[in-house]
């Protein structure tokens, strides 16, 4: 397999870039029948999440495949290359293997073995099966990926500190906790704003589903005018530890129960917010979304999940929670019979009035669509604001979508609680961490030189079968000529000679075939396969089409001719 990556992600760029370069969801699919076209492309495959935009393919030429990788990710990104270059990284061969496998892992993840990264691999390659653009190399690739993440998270203690980017997200918002921002310089902020507009109404229902890193896999982002990223090291980026909190370093999140939660998008993970908001005993949830139908599907479904009794009002002030019923004196501590009972779940569109109402009214908010504009500006949060009770607490937002939502202006409004992206990227794991992230990158390792081992030894196979096939053609031609020279010869005198003549050339080639099969797995073994080629003018191409070692766009060709 020559495979390489080339991309861009948060280790690698600023979130003022990779919102930009984001690639929309109905545009990938275009993207891989590009990349497929392109001549050095054999297969290929697109992750995108929020921390990151990838493009994974077969190449039959290094300098050539990264020419047009790049120019791909500019394109379908609207990010000019020489804006973009700087920013991208790329690993070939057995480095692209370990970068996706620790990928999978969730060692590159902003929250430290999340297992969410599976998911978005399966749609990645789910998305390259079905557009006929990822073949035999691809498919087993990420097929071992995905094998490969379930192991770590099976076989060491990486899930201790697999929250979702949600739950990682919430913790940061908790009382006590320093909500850490690295505030982009003002250029970045005016290059920023430029390229942002207010939100139209336009973008997809699917939400982003991904998740940011803490790990320190990536090397620091290069300067302008140097070489493509190298493998990864270990000058990996700083990063502020978080404070730990809850029991094996979960997020202590008893502090949303009891109040109204507005959660934005219906998407994949907009309906993880809100579940794990329904769980934690939030006392409403609103879901708002585009499309009306989507949002009330999302608040059905929590709907029936928690469907209990009403909890029976005290109607007496006190020093309880109040369940958010504008009849239930403040106090009432009618939350906690709220809580183990359900939030009570509406839908509403999103339009400038109901949004403007929900936020005024919204103890929380979560916000992660697929749109392309912002969803809430400075202006909108801060009229909302406006219209807030002076007994209401403080809001808390938070914006899990890349692109982002929700202006970053926010984080300059007083009596506003703001989390976003920026803000999770400079919040770290925990240290007692480290034991299990050596653990899972020993796994990595271990799986990474298995996985070259069978793709080196796969690659030598064909030219193994096509000496066979020749030296079965040469024991058939030469036997015909005996036994055309010897009419004479009876059958069982044919048999014999022809199992003599076969049985010497397999012993001959039985030692031959094994050793260069086991030099195939060690680095370099692809040599051997060349000597093989060259030395008995070989040609493994017909073998390799009878062993389906073909690639995607050979085949698409031999259909099309």
């Known amino acids: 397999m020559t495979l390489l990556v080339v991309g861009v992600s948060h280790r690698s760029a600023p979130v003022s870039v990779l919102e930009r370069a984001a690639i929309a969801p109905g545009a990938r699919a275009g993207l891989l029948h590009e990349l497929l076209a392109a001549e050095p492309v054999l297969e290929a495959a697109v992750l995108s999440t929020c921390n990151r935009i990838e493009l994974y393919a077969d190449v039959d030429r290094y300098h050539a495949g990264i020419a047009e990788l790049s120019g791909m990710l500019a394109r379908y990104g609207g990010v000019g290359p020489d804006e973009l270059d700087p920013y991208l990284y790329a690993r070939y061969g057995d480095e692209a293997v370990t970068h996706l496998f620790t990928v999978a892992c969730g060692l590159d993840s902003m929250v430290v073995g999340e297992g969410q990264i599976l998911g978005q691999l399966k749609d990645a390659l789910a998305l390259a099966q079905d557009e006929q653009s990822a073949g035999r190399q691809l498919n087993e690739l990420f097929q071992r990926a995905l094998r490969v993440g379930k192991r770590a998270h099976s076989e060491t203690g990486i899930d201790r500190a697999g929250q979702s980017l949600v739950t990682f997200g919430l913790g940061q918002l908790g009382p006590g906790r320093r909500v850490l921002v690295d505030q982009p310089s003002s250029s970045d902020a005016v290059s920023c704003k430029a390229e942002r507009r207010p939100h139209t109404g336009s973008y997809s229902d699917d939400a982003t589903t991904q ?22 090291g270990p000058g990996s980026p700083a990063v502020v ?63 029936a999940q928690t469907a209990a009794p009403a909890p029976e009002h005290t109607g007496e002030p006190g020093a309880g929670a109040d369940c958010g019923d504008p009849g239930c004196p403040v106090g009432s501590g009618c939350a906690e019979r709220a809580a183990a009972r359900g939030p009570r779940a509406r839908a509403v569109p999103i339009n400038a009035i109901s949004i403007t109402a929900e936020l005024a009214l919204a103890d929380l908010v979560i916000s992660c669509t697929g749109a392309t504009g912002l969803v809430l500006t400075a202006q909108a949060v801060a009229g909302a604001l406006r219209e807030r009770r002076a007994d209401q607490r403080e809001p808390a937002l938070l914006d899990l979508a890349m692109p982002r939502d929700i202006d970053a202006a926010v984080h300059r409004l007083p009596g506003v609680r703001f989390v976003d992206i920026e803000s999770l990227a400079a919040a770290s794991a925990d240290a007692p961490m480290a034991a299990d992230v050596q653990a899972v990158r020993d796994i990595v390792a271990e799986e990474v030189a298995d996985f070259g081992a069978a ?12 000496l066979r096939a020749m ?5 058939s031609s030469e036997l015909a000529r005996l036994h055309g020279r010897l009419p004479g010869l009876g059958e069982k005198e044919r048999a014999e000679v022809t199992h003599a003549v076969r049985r ?11 050793r260069v099969k086991e030099l195939a797995g060690e680095p370099g073994g692809a040599d051997y396969a060349a000597a093989l080629r060259e030395l008995f003018d070989l040609d493994p191409q017909p073998a390799a089409a009878t062993s389906g070692t073909g690639s995607t766009r050979r085949n698409a060709e031999q259909e099309r001719s």
């Open 241 to 303: 530890p978080a404070q730990a909190s809850g029991d094996a370093g979960q997020p202590d999140m008893s502090w949303v129960r009891g109040l109204r939660a507005l959660v934005i998008g219906a998407g994949s993970m907009s309906s993880l917010a809100a579940a794990t908001l329904a769980r934690a005993g939030v006392a409403e949830l609103v879901i708002a979304n585009r499309t009306l139908e989507r949002a009330e599907r999302l608040a059905a479904s929590l709907d």
């Open 504 to 514: 010497v050339v397999d012993k001959l080639l039985h030692a031959p075939t094994v």
């Open 211 to 232: 998740q940011m890193a803490v790990a320190g896999v990536e090397g620091p982002p290069r300067s302008a005018g140097q070489a493509l990223a190298p493998a990864a």
């Open 455 to 466: 793709q080196r030894a796969a690659y030598i196979t064909p030219t193994v079968v096509a």
């Open 471 to 475: 030296a079965a053609d040469v024991v």
